[in-house]
């Protein structure tokens, strides 16, 4: 069956405060608590979440490569801190540059240990094409794909993929794999079957 020219589509999921959206646009704009955020380019993938116990509260958004997080009015960019926001002040992150109220602000970047401390989830384990793939730090973020025989598993900024047995971890290969193969990816560091991989 033939379809028209799609001009635009949305596909909408909400569960428990959780929503995942597909959409084309040049920009994706949302609200995180207060805050009216505006991403450019826009993404075809989006999601967000929120969540709010005792003093705390935290929203998280990501539209493509860009992954914003708020938690009690404290902004963080792509691990990247930057600082404070007063109530309501909108926020753009246009190709990587953050703006607060209409104004560039620097951030400074988190360290290791800070990402993994800050991290929601410590660590995300699924099975990828018949490997056991964990990454460190996890996220809420994660989603699976396959096109054209490529098995993808995302995870916050981290992707992994597999073709042919062969391992690529953001874009890059990192050699091939043999049945029963475990993938660590730990920050950045790969590891298959306890042993260190290097890109190839």
Do not use: W
Not at 30 to 55: A, E, I, L, N, Q
Not at 125 to 141: C, H, K, Q, W
Not at 150 to 162: A, D, F, I, P, Y
């Amino acid at each position: 069956m033939k379809l028209p020219a799609i001009i635009g589509f949305a596909i909408s999921l909400a569960l428990s405060g959780c929503s995942f959206e597909l959409k084309i646009n040049e920009k994706n704009e949302t609200v995180m608590g207060s805050h009216p955020v505006v991403v450019k380019p826009g993404s075809s993938v989006t999601s967000s979440s929120s969540s709010s116990g005792g003093d705390t509260e935290i929203h998280r958004y990501r539209s493509g490569e860009v992954i914003i997080e708020i938690k009690n009015d404290q902004l963080t960019v792509n691990d990247v801190r930057y600082g404070a926001l007063a109530p309501g002040v909108e926020i753009l992150v246009d190709h990587g540059t953050v703006f607060i109220g209409g104004e560039e602000r620097e951030g400074t970047p988190m360290t290791p240990r800070e990402i993994m401390d800050a991290a929601p989830e410590k660590e995300t384990v699924i099975e990828l094409d018949g490997y056991e793939v964990t990454v460190r730090p996890g996220s809420s973020f994660t989603t699976k794909s396959s096109v054209f025989g490529r098995q993808t598993l995302t995870v916050g900024k981290t992707k992994v993929s597999v073709k042919d047995d062969e391992l690529f971890i953001n874009e890059t290969s990192h050699g091939s794999l043999k049945a029963g193969d475990t993938i660590l990816v730990d920050q950045g560091s790969v590891t298959v079957s306890g042993e260190r991989r290097e890109p190839n």
